[in-house]
């Protein structure tokens, strides 16, 4: 049985930093796609970062220059670095992987998901 598992959201102040992480198992996914969304209450779910086999990697231009995605295959796990949190950036992160046909860049195209990881940013 495949799982994907965020864990390091939180609560921090604005210009803090948080990690997330999201730990696989069930496969290997050293060789596929991930990715990093989040929804804010009221809000659709919307793309934040991903990577692709080769650390690859393309952000949403919210938060490009303040989050880093990366991967430790050896651990099966894919990261989120936040930096510079803004109020903003309020929302419960999801990571996904294994994107297949479409873009990469919807949620629609991923196979695998987490349970999410609440952050809150506070002004």
């Known amino acids: 049985q495949v799982r994907l598992v965020e864990s390091g959201g939180g609560l921090v102040q604005a210009g803090g930093s948080l990690r997330l992480s999201c730990a696989a198992s069930g496969r290997t996914f050293s060789s596929v796609g991930m990715g990093w969304f989040r929804q804010a209450p009221g809000k659709e779910r919307e793309f934040v970062a991903l990577?692709?086999?080769?650390?690859?990697?393309n952000y949403a231009d919210s938060v490009k220059g303040r989050f880093t995605i990366s991967r430790d295959n050896a651990k099966n796990t894919v990261y989120l670095q936040m930096n510079s949190l803004k109020p903003e950036d309020t929302a419960d992160y999801y990571c996904?992987?294994?994107?297949?046909?479409?873009?990469?860049?919807?949620?629609?195209?991923?196979?695998?998901w987490g349970q999410g990881t609440q952050v809150t940013v506070s002004s």
């Open positions: 990577i692709n086999w080769g650390d690859g990697t």
């Open positions: 996904a992987a294994d994107p297949v046909g479409g873009s990469w860049y919807r949620s629609a195209s991923y196979t695998y």
